[in-house]
């Protein structure tokens, strides 16, 4: 099945800085997705970008299909974005089913 | 309009008990999905359905069992827990991939197997 590697899988920030996470995939996609878990568990869909470039407030993403990856950038960071950021996959062959990378995951301190 | 919503929220099962885990989505949403997120591992796919009355088999099927009866429920059941099923359980909902939105996770059922 797709592969999904995140980079780099620890991350600490100090507040106010700017970061960038990398997912790569090992198969072309017709879905891609971006969550964030929050410290306590929730999962949250910031993204669905299979291809292109989205920006939501301080975060934005861009898929470049043929090249196989994925970046979630986020600006300006808070505490509030700590957590894990996980992408997750979908080849478009079989049954709908996404793929999760194992995740980045953020600290932010003050 | 709640989202996904799972009960119970925590669980303690003795090796060898059963029970069931309730999703319910009221977004009208076709698929559902139950996942599995163990530590350093992700969120790996348990049983997913394509409709009201439909379920099919994901990556670790082995040990669960679900039914979906109605279009905004899906249950997952352990018949016989066993301590690698200590997890938390993620369910979640999404219209078909033509649609292209994305998923929605409920909050998550947290389950300890001694």
């Known amino acids: 099945g797709i592969q999904v590697e995140q980079s780099p899988p620890d991350l600490i920030l100090q507040e106010g800085a700017n970061s960038t996470l990398r997912c790569n995939f090992s198969?072309?996609?017709?879905?891609l997705q971006w969550f964030h878990q929050n410290p306590w568990g929730q999962l949250i869909n910031l993204f669905y970008?299979?291809?292109g470039t989205k920006q939501n407030g301080r975060l934005s993403a861009t898929t470049v299909a043929t090249e196989r990856y994925s970046l979630l950038y986020i600006s300006s960071s808070q505490t509030t974005d700590s957590g894990v950021y996980f992408c997750a996959v979908y080849s478009g062959a079989g049954s709908y089913q996404l793929t999760f990378g194992k995740g980045t995951k953020l600290s932010v301190i003050p | 309009n709640a989202g996904v919503t799972q009960t119970p929220k925590f669980r303690v099962l003795k090796t060898g008990q059963s029970m069931t885990l309730l999703c319910a989505q009221d977004?009208?949403?076709?698929?559902m999905y139950w996942y599995r997120q163990d530590p350093g591992m992700g969120l790996r796919l348990i049983h997913y359905?394509?409709?009201?009355?439909?379920?099919a088999k994901g990556e670790v099927p082995d040990g669960y069992n679900v039914s979906r009866l109605k279009k905004q429920n899906f249950l997952l059941g352990l018949e016989s827990a066993a301590p690698s099923q200590t997890s938390v359980y993620f369910c979640?909902?999404?219209?078909?991939?033509?649609?292209?939105?994305?998923?929605?996770f409920g909050s998550g059922t947290r389950l300890t197997v001694v």
């Open positions: 977004m009208n949403h076709e698929y």
């Open positions: 970008i299979p291809s």
């Open positions: 359905s394509v409709g009201e009355g439909t379920t």
């Open positions: 198969d072309s996609v017709n879905n």
């Open positions: 979640a909902s999404s219209y078909p991939p033509q649609k292209r939105y994305g998923y929605t």
